[in-house]
Nanobody, 115 residues
Framework: QVQLVESGGGLVQAGGSLRLACAASTTIVSLYSMGWYRQAPGKPRYWVAR???????NYANSVKGRFTISRDNGKNTVYLQMNSLKPEDAAVYYC?????????WGKGTLVTVSS
């Protein structure tokens, strides 16, 4: 079984920063690729960032240069550092694990950005 729990969401002013965390119930963080998606009201869930088991990272163009995905294998935790936040970044952010062609999801954490 895989359980993922996101935290760190909240209200922030435009231009501010937040760090999201995704705590995993197992050592999957070190064994598999991990990622972040987000979903705004009335819109589909979109990919934001991914980190491989080897540490390579990829980002959506909309967040490139502002967001950083990282992991702490010892804590079985993945992070998303979000800087220079914009109102369009407001969404529920979900953590996912890519495990053998399957995706496991957390329940999400809400990020609100005020102008």
């Amino acid at each position: 079984q895989v359980q993922l729990v996101e935290s760190g969401g909240g209200l922030v002013q435009a231009g501010g920063s937040l760090r999201l965390a995704c705590a995993a119930s197992t050592t999957i963080v070190s064994l598999y690729s991990m990622g972040w998606y987000r979903q705004a009201p009335g819109k589909p869930r979109y990919w934001v960032a991914r980190i491989s088991s080897g540490g390579s990272t990829n980002y959506a163009n909309s967040v490139k240069g502002r967001f950083t995905i990282s992991r702490d294998n010892g804590k079985n935790t993945v992070y998303l550092q979000m800087n220079s936040l914009k109102p369009e970044d407001a969404a529920v952010y979900y953590c996912t694990a890519f495990v053998n062609d399957m995706n496991f999801w957390g329940k999400g954490t809400l990020v609100t950005v005020s102008s």
